[in-house]
């Protein structure tokens, strides 16, 4: 048995939140990674170093190479019998092979693990995070996405653990890789920043997004949104905090024309201190901010920005 | 072209529900209930399919209690065609429901099933990549665009670092995100014609499928509660406090 967590990566690097989800691994049993993509080995290696880690299967093949569920889940369920649990981060990766995986193995599958209170035994949120379930799982193999927020990272330089190379499981071709269009941002990645600076509705426009992009510049951090604000085409769909869109958890996170929907507070009611800034007094983010300030944001937000900087 | 279109009957998006004091659920009782948010938005897809010719034929199913046949109504009533409920009043879930949308696949045979993302009440984001995994089709899950050309379909998706595009064979599962489409207000008159189009009922125990809970809820609690902090008089407070107090830059 053991647990086997699967390697979130772009083939170059391993994702950060795989040193969270070897965390939540850890508390369960001896952590295998398996690291599956097209000419990855340097990720393997990465892997290795993790601390906390026995061991990485590695396995290059052309099928795996975008991180397609379809081929992936083939390659999991055979692979993942041998486990008792197999851990993938709660993101689009992992949130888009788990279920897939579970299907094929007939078990059940944990979405967004905040806890592990024993080996058959997690909390996971529910209702956008206002209720907390506490879950026990009857079955042989326990599937899981892990909320990386929840659980430390692991360090990346420990004694490197061995890497085996595993032979491809192949099957049917059901999807086909077109194109992927990544947002471009020398900013640190939403989900793992220390400051997150956000704006909604109330930032009114494209252009404007430019002054909480300064703010966010001059704390060096990263910059979220509401629904709304991507909705409504200011920023790209990947900066959306939220229920339905990324969870974050930094040091600091600056709420700017946002309302405080409860949809929203799922995503960013974790973090460590929470400012919003915001011009009507009884907006509801100001019941979960430690710093309110009651102002029209074209003011303000110049004006924070010009102390930083 | 036959689409399939899953809805599940939720508590409304704007409903802020609290745990009951055994702790042993969600307080439901006397809750607004309403079709999932991103199954209104699968439905929309499905019913402009229909509209501009691609599609033929469009059936709503819904799993779960009678009064599941509220939500198909509303499905009904945004254009679909018809409707199954696959009534059962026992906990239905991901693999479950999953187990039995492949029974319904099997017994309509569409090309094309969409679905939701994900159910705003438990959040899980599993059962369509479940129902694919299952009947051994493509999935396009978390989509932001879909265009169905001559037996394949192209689905831009978004993804944490933005968006990808990815193609795949019919028959396919496709799973509704945010920004797919803006779901059409219902009008009245169309919620009388949907009171005629057919709606059938199927007990789940007669699908012949497994689905006993995998998954048993051993307590539901409260989050911990953030209280609410202080409002500052201006930008100037608000960074001596942010320095000297919270200490966070
Ligand atoms: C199924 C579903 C999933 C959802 N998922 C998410 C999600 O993941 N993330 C998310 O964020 N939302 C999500 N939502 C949407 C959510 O319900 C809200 O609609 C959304 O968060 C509102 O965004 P907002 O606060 O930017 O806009 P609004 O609610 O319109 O608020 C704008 C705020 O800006 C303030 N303002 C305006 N002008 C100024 C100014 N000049 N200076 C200062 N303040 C100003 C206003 O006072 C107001 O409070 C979801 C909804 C549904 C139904
Ligand atoms: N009981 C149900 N009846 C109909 N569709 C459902 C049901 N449960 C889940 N679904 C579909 O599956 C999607 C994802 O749900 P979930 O995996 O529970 O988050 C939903 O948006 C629905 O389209």
């Not at chain 1, 990645?189 to 009114?204: D, F, I, K």
């Not at chain 2, 795949?168 to 803006?182: C, F, G, I, K």
Request: charged letters at 25%; aromatic letters at 4%; hydrophobic letters at 50%.
């Amino acid at each position: 048995m053991g647990v086997l967590v699967i390697a979130e990566h772009d083939n170059n690097s391993l994702a950060g939140v795989t040193c969270n989800v070897v965390t939540a691994a850890k508390s369960l049993g001896e952590v295998a990674v398996l690291v599956a993509g097209e000419g990855c080995a340097g990720v393997a290696d990465e892997a290795a170093a993790l601390e906390g880690v026995a061991k990485v299967f590695l396995c290059d093949n052309p099928a795996y190479g975008h991180g397609l569920a379809e081929p992936l889940s083939i390659l999991l369920a055979a692979v993942g019998k041998e486990y008792s649990h197999l851990l993938a981060p709660a993101t689009t990766f992992g949130k888009n092979l788990m279920p897939r995986v579970a299907a094929l193995l007939d078990v059940a599958q944990l979405s967004e693990v905040i806890e592990v209170v024993d080996e058959a035994t997690f909390k996971r949120p529910i209702y956008a995070g206002n209720a907390i379930a506490t879950v026990q799982s009857a079955d042989q193999v326990k599937v899981m996405t892990i909320r990386g927020t929840a659980f430390e990272a692991v360090a990346t330089d420990g004694p490197a653990a061995p890497v085996a190379e595993i032979a491809p499981v192949l099957g049917e071709t059901l999807s086909r890789f077109v194109s992927r269009n990544l947002t471009e941002s020398d900013r640190p990645e939403l989900t793992a920043a220390r400051v997150v600076v956000s704006g909604g509705r109330g930032v009114g426009g494209k252009e404007n997004f430019a002054l909480i992009e300064k703010l966010a510049d001059a704390l060096g951090g990263a910059v979220g949104a509401s629904r709304a604000a991507v909705d409504a085409n200011f920023v790209p769909n990947d900066y959306q905090v939220g229920q339905t869109g990324k969870i974050v958890a930094p040091e600091i996170y600056i709420a700017i024309g946002i309302s405080g929907a409860i949809q929203h507070l799922a995503g960013m009611k974790e973090s460590k201190v929470i400012v919003a800034i915001n011009k009507d007094e009884d907006a509801p983010i100001f019941e979960v901010a430690d710093y309110g300030l009651v102002a029209d944001l074209f003011e303000a937000v110049p004006e924070m920005t010009a102390m930083l900087e | 072209m036959k689409i399939l279109v899953c809805v599940k009957r939720v508590v409304d998006a704007n409903v802020k529900i609290s745990v009951k004091a055994d702790g042993s659920g969600v307080e439901l009782a006397n809750l607004k209930m309403a079709m999932n948010p991103f199954d209104e938005i699968a439905v929309e897809e499905a019913v402009r399919l229909r509209e501009s010719g691609k599609a033929d034929e469009g059936v709503a199913v819904s799993l779960g209690i009678n009064a599941c046949q509220e939500t198909l109504r509303t499905a009904l009533a945004m254009g679909l065609d018809r409707a199954v409920l696959v009534e059962s009043d026992a906990e239905l879930q991901p693999l479950a429901v999953a187990k039995l949308l492949a029974e319904v696949v099997r017994r309509e045979e569409p090309d094309l099933v969409i679905m939701g993302k994900q159910a705003i009440d438990d959040d899980n984001n599993q059962t369509g990549q479940m129902l694919a995994a299952l009947l051994g089709w493509g999935q396009g899950t978390f989509a932001s665009q879909l265009v169905v050309s001559d037996g394949e379909i192209e689905v831009t998706r978004e993804i944490d670092g933005g968006l990808e595009t990815l193609a795949m064979q019919l028959p396919a599962v496709v799973t509704a995100d945010l920004r797919l489409n803006e779901p059409r207000y219902v009008k009245l008159p169309n919620i009388m014609k949907a009171k005629k189009k057919p709606l059938d009922v199927i007990a789940a125990a007669d699908m012949g499928v497994d689905i006993q809970p995998r998954l048993t809820t051993l307590k539901v609690e409260e989050p911990a509660v953030r209280s609410g902090g202080v409002k500052v008089a201006d930008v100037a407070e608000l960074v001596e406090k942010l320095r000297n107090e919270a200490r966070v830059i």
